[in-house]
């Protein structure tokens, strides 16, 4: 038996993670119950329309890199939140979210 997909899973976890915070596509994967499915994350949240609700923008690569398509945007959202970003970059260690 195939385990379903469910994309609203992913975004109830997405909605969780608080601003000035980032997480990781591979932490939201274990924590929506889909391990080891992280790039599915990422299409799921490609999905989502750039003026969503949805804080899209404060999901970023294990790297600590800003990865998705719209990583400009995504960028200068986490700034404004007083999040540090350099050459794309988020330092996890400083601004990862521990649920």
Request: aromatic fraction near 6%; charged fraction near 20%.
């Amino acid at each position: 038996m195939s385990t379903l997909l469910d994309p609203t899973r992913v975004h109830t976890v997405v909605a969780r993670i608080p601003e000035g915070r980032v997480a990781s596509y591979g932490q939201i994967a274990e924590l929506a119950g889909y391990p080891r499915r992280a790039r599915w994350i990422g299409k799921v949240l490609s999905a989502i329309p750039s003026d969503s609700a949805l804080p899209w923008h404060r999901v970023i690569a294990s790297s600590g890199q800003i990865t998705c398509p719209r990583a400009q945007d995504a960028a200068q959202r986490l700034k404004a939140e007083g999040v540090s970003v350099s050459k794309r970059r988020v330092s996890l260690t400083r601004y990862r979210w521990q649920p």
